[in-house]
């Protein structure tokens, strides 16, 4: 199995900055892209950001420009650099990770964190 965990959450003020990271272990062939999803109360989770192994990264609009996914394949390891928060960007951060578990398979899965909370005081 593949396991996903999260680090680096927490309450900050609007204006300041957090780095969440998120270590992929277990069995492990391949890991294609990994990425970020948050979801507030009340909201349906919704794409943060994602970067893949060759390093292509995608940000959804309301973080472009405040956030940087950055990633080190040697460490199976995804981080994101949150700057200049804001209290809308208040939700659970969850981790994602694309893997093939073992080398001589021919498809990849997807697999999630159990969440991190960022909270962004007013």
């Known amino acids: 199995q593949v396991q996903l965990v999260e680090s680096g959450g927490g309450l900050v003020q609007a204006g300041g900055s957090l780095r969440l990271s998120c270590a992929a272990s277990?069995?492990?062939?391949?890991?294609?892209?990994m990425g970020w999803y948050r979801q507030a109360p009340g909201k349906q989770r919704e794409l943060v950001a994602t970067n893949t192994s060759g390093g292509v990264t995608n940000y959804a609009d309301s973080v472009k420009g405040r956030f940087t996914i950055s990633g080190d394949n040697t460490k199976n390891t995804v981080y994101l650099q949150m700057n200049s928060l804001k209290p809308e960007d208040t939700a659970v951060y969850y981790c994602t990770a694309n893997v093939r578990m073992y080398s001589f398979a021919n498809y990849y899965s997807d697999y999630w964190g159990q969440g991190t909370q960022v909270t962004v005081s007013s």
């Open positions: 277990g069995t492990i062939s391949r890991i294609s892209q």
